[in-house]
């Protein structure tokens, strides 16, 4: 742990003391990124003068202005965890106060006809592997990230155990959603290995799956904001939550330590609501 200094300055050399110590700690490359490149924004904005309180909040006030308070947050907790390593835990701040939101956006959350049309655009385009890879995601309720845990194997087992931010959990695939990828893997002749691959047998990454989903917009005519991988996590999320109502076990099967995050994936539309509270029929006068 490094020593405090009287002078406190954030720098190159720094952050990457902190980088290696998130390694091993066995943080994802990802966090590992986005933290480091918070932390170079905060270096950014502190042009080389030393880190105050007051300095650490105006860098707050910035962020509050720029970026939305989700996003502020995160950067605030990386900036906090950088403190804490540093031995300059004096220089935390709070996070932005979020109220959850009661509802979900209906112009960004995807409705299951949508996903139907999406589907359909995709077989139609003779895109078997994008179809199979959309029902996977949406039947599954994996994130894209783990698309990477279906396999041969799991296909013929029947399940998969996912291990993701340090997290594992058993996944089940739907029957019908098998006897699907066990006829393209045949077709395919993909014996071993992951089920949705390149046509040079790697994996499928997150760049390929975005830009074969956007392709399918216009002729699916569902809005490009609305389709993006998580969406369809979203989905079968909400779909869920409508025949079990059971959110601690749903929190389980998407892997979110806490049922809050879940209570997001299932909030309702504000006209879904609006349609309930009229089913009410508590206005009685003509």
């Known amino acids: 742990m490094p020593?405090?200094?009287?002078a406190l300055t954030i720098t190159s050399s720094r952050i990457a003391q902190y980088a290696t110590h998130l390694q091993e700690q066995e943080r994802t490359?990802?966090?590992?990124?986005?933290?480091?490149?918070?932390?170079n924004s905060l270096m950014m904005f502190l042009n080389g003068q030393p880190i105050t309180k007051a300095a650490v909040t105006a860098w707050?006030?910035?962020?509050?202005?720029?970026?939305?308070?989700?996003?502020?947050?995160?950067?605030?907790?990386?900036?906090?965890?950088?403190?804490?390593f540093m031995d300059w835990s004096k220089l935390s701040v709070r996070p932005l106060k979020i109220q959850r939101p009661l509802f979900c956006d209906e112009n960004r959350e995807m409705t299951r006809a949508e996903y139907v049309r999406l589907v359909g655009a995709a077989q139609r385009q003779g895109n078997e592997r994008l179809s199979l890879l959309l029902?996977?995601?949406?039947?599954?309720?994996?994130?894209?990230?783990?698309?990477?845990?279906i396999t041969v194997e799991s296909v013929a087992l029947g399940r998969t155990v996912v291990n993701n931010k340090g997290k594992r959990r058993t996944v089940f695939l739907p029957g019908k959603l098998r006897g699907l990828l066990k006829k393209y893997l045949k077709q395919q002749k993909i014996t071993g290995g992951s089920v949705f691959v390149t046509r040079t047998g790697k994996p499928l990454d997150r760049s390929n799956i975005w830009r074969d989903m956007k392709a399918l917009?216009?002729?699916?005519?569902?809005?490009?904001?609305?389709?993006?991988p998580h969406n369809l996590r979203h989905l079968f999320a909400r779909t869920y939550y409508s025949l079990e109502k059971d959110l601690s076990r749903l929190a389980d099967i998407l892997g979110h330590s806490n049922?809050?995050?879940?209570?997001?994936?299932?909030?309702?539309?504000?006209l879904v609501h609006a349609r309930q509270i009229d089913r009410l029929e508590l206005i009685l006068t003509t």
Do not use: W
């Open 3 to 6: 020593s405090q200094e009287a």
């Open 29 to 39: 490359k990802n966090t590992v990124k986005k933290y480091v490149r918070d932390l």
């Open 60 to 84: 707050k006030e910035h962020l509050s202005n720029t970026y939305t308070p989700a996003t502020v947050n995160s950067m605030l907790a990386a900036a906090n965890g950088f403190f804490h």
């Open 135 to 149: 029902q996977t995601i949406c039947a599954t309720g994996i994130r894209v990230s783990e698309l990477r845990f």
């Open 217 to 228: 917009c216009e002729s699916a005519g569902v809005a490009p904001d609305k389709v993006f």
């Open 259 to 270: 049922v809050s995050t879940t209570r997001i994936y299932t909030a309702e539309s504000g």
